[in-house]
């Protein structure tokens, strides 16, 4: 079970950060990301890390957020600057079935419901 919190409503240029909470099993075994879907657009990989520390971003926010995860709190984090109006999505945690993270929906089993982000003036 995974649960987003810390969407809402941010200038541009603002910054958000996003919170995942996770229940029933423990995060420090698997890899975890981040995936948006804007309207009328399709599910979009954003940031990964695994196990082992590693992330990886997708080219449209790179520079801008960053991953982080605290395996004692069975917590993952987006930490989101210099948002942009095409910033505007349903943000979803999710967790992968392997240890090494990968950019594809595929490899990732529990979602959680997603929460909205809107960076609007």
């Known amino acids: 079970h995974l649960v987003e919190s810390g969407g809402g409503l941010v200038q541009p240029g603002g910054s958000l950060t996003l919170s995942c909470a996770a229940s029933?099993?423990?995060?420090?075994?698997?890899?975890m990301g981040w995936f948006r879907q804007a309207p009328g657009k399709e599910r979009e990989g954003i940031s990964f890390?695994?196990?082992?520390?590693?992330?990886g971003y997708a080219d449209s926010v790179r520079g801008r957020f960053t991953i982080s995860r605290d395996n004692a709190k069975n917590m993952v984090f987006l930490k989101m600057n210099s948002l942009k109006p095409e910033d505007t999505a349903v943000y979803y945690c999710?967790?992968?079935?392997?240890?090494?993270?990968?950019?594809?929906?595929?490899?990732?089993?529990?979602w959680g419901q997603g929460i909205q982000v809107t960076v609007s003036s």
């Open positions: 999710a967790k992968s079935r392997f240890a090494y993270y990968s950019a594809s929906g595929w490899d990732y089993d529990h």
């Open positions: 029933g099993f423990t995060l420090d075994v698997y890899a």
């Open positions: 890390t695994g196990v082992d520390g590693s992330t």
